[in-house]
């Protein structure tokens, strides 16, 4: 009952109630996104609002006294499942579901559904309240990032299939070149060995040949023969069996590169610089080049391949500053990112045309015939790099210079 204050007459109450209904009927037919409406004990349609109306596709005189079960697929009504959620409601006073909803016109919504009881002060069931929102563009989405992340599934899926069949066969192409290059090296050395001999027996017959009891004619043309063709024919085979133990040491140091097992450390650089640039002063003497080192911050790895990869940037750096103009190299460091320090070698040298940046870090890839060498050192610093997870590339203009750029694991992430 409503209660009156004692300046308040039964009139104005009433009239104060009549107001509050009419205003709450107004803002639930003012609601657009959300049906709410009413329905009797039995489940028929007893209210309807506008957003109802939108949703659903029924006007309210075509609506209102039909049973709500006209909003389900014809399964769910075959199964009972309008009821059931009336029963649960009326037993647990709130039901909530999400599913598929039919519209007027035959089509599909997917719809979040509270139903709650509506009981009197007895506690007499007098009704439900239905609340539908229309969440068809929302499940629509998460149906999508689903399959996206189904989508991304399957291709991390096969990238690490990728990278496992990838690492297998990085794995026997360095043990078929450190098999292979012991196996060339034991003729090599026999190659040496023979050549040498046919050098002493060279020599032996030209000592020989000096005596007096031959023939002129003779003596002249042996010593021609030895002069002209097995000196010459001797020097030959020694250089190119040089040669091919230099490509064979090369590609043993880059099978090791890949085989090595490492000893995981936080590791000072400015030691290790130092001590290449001591190895190194010949060459830096005899270039004149100026080299400038700054602070640099440790890194996670292991020393001796640091040294190996950081000794082959600077050695190129050196090897090819441009003889035209006095060389400068800068060893530096830039601000740790990602978990990554990057660290850079720049020289003013003669730089590389932008055709031969993809091929850089090749085996036998060589850009300077002015260099000696069997293009092998780029590819075992792109080595050490990849084991200890990190990152080159390359900037570099053709007679201006080069800056090569190493990013690797910081310490503290590793520690």
Avoid at 218 to 230: C, F, K, P
């Amino acid at each position: 009952m409503q209660s009156v204050t004692p300046d308040q007459s039964p009139s104005d109450a009433t009239r104060r109630a009549d107001t509050s209904d009419r205003m709450f009927r107004l803002l639930v037919d003012s609601v657009r996104d959300y049906a709410i409406f009413l329905l009797d004990p039995t489940g028929h349609v007893a209210t309807w609002n506008q957003g109802a109306q939108r949703i659903k596709g029924y006007k309210e005189q075509d609506i209102v006294g039909q049973h709500f079960s006209v909003f389900y697929p014809p399964e769910a009504v075959a199964s009972g499942w309008p009821n059931h959620e009336l029963e649960v409601a009326q037993a647990e006073g709130r039901f909530e579901d999400e599913g598929w909803r039919i519209r007027k016109d035959g089509s599909k919504f997917w719809a979040n559904v509270v139903i709650t009881a509506l009981r009197d002060s007895n506690g007499e069931l007098r009704g439900f309240a239905k609340v539908t929102r229309d969440l068809t563009e929302r499940r629509a989405g998460e149906e999508q990032v689903r399959k996206l992340n189904a989508e991304l599934q399957v291709r991390v899926e096969e990238l690490a299939k990728s990278n496992r069949q990838l690492a297998q066969e990085r794995a026997e192409n360095e043990t078929f070149v450190y098999s292979a290059s012991h196996d060339i090296r034991a003729p090599l050395v026999n190659l040496q060995g023979f050549s040498q001999e046919i050098k002493m027996a060279s020599d032996e017959l030209r000592s020989l040949l000096a005596s007096d009891t031959l023939p002129e004619s003779i003596r002249n043309r042996a010593q021609l023969v030895l002069d002209q063709g097995l000196d010459e024919s001797v020097k030959y085979v020694q250089t190119a069996v040089q040669h091919l133990s230099r490509i064979v040491d090369a590609l043993l140091r880059l099978s090791r590169a890949g085989r090595v097992v490492y000893q995981w450390n936080a590791v000072s650089l400015t030691p290790i610089i130092r001590r290449i640039l001591e190895s190194l002063s010949l060459s830096i003497a005899r270039t004149g080049a100026q080299v400038n080192v700054d602070e640099l911050p440790p890194v996670w790895g292991d020393s001796v391949a640091l040294e190996q990869l950081f000794g082959n940037l600077i050695s190129n750096a050196i090897n090819y500053l441009d003889p035209a103009r006095s060389g400068v190299i800068h060893i530096g460091a830039l601000p740790p990112n990602d978990n990554l320090q990057t660290y850079f070698v720049r020289d003013n040298g003669l730089g590389m045309p932008a055709g031969a940046l993809p091929n850089l870090f090749h085996v036998f890839e060589r850009f300077h015939s002015q260099v000696r060498g069997e293009g092998m050192g780029l590819a075992i610093v792109h080595r050490i790099v990849q084991r200890h997870n990190g990152r080159i590339w390359v900037e570099s203009t053709e007679g201006q210079g080069t800056t090569f750029y190493v990013a690797l694991p910081l310490p503290a992430a590793n520690a």
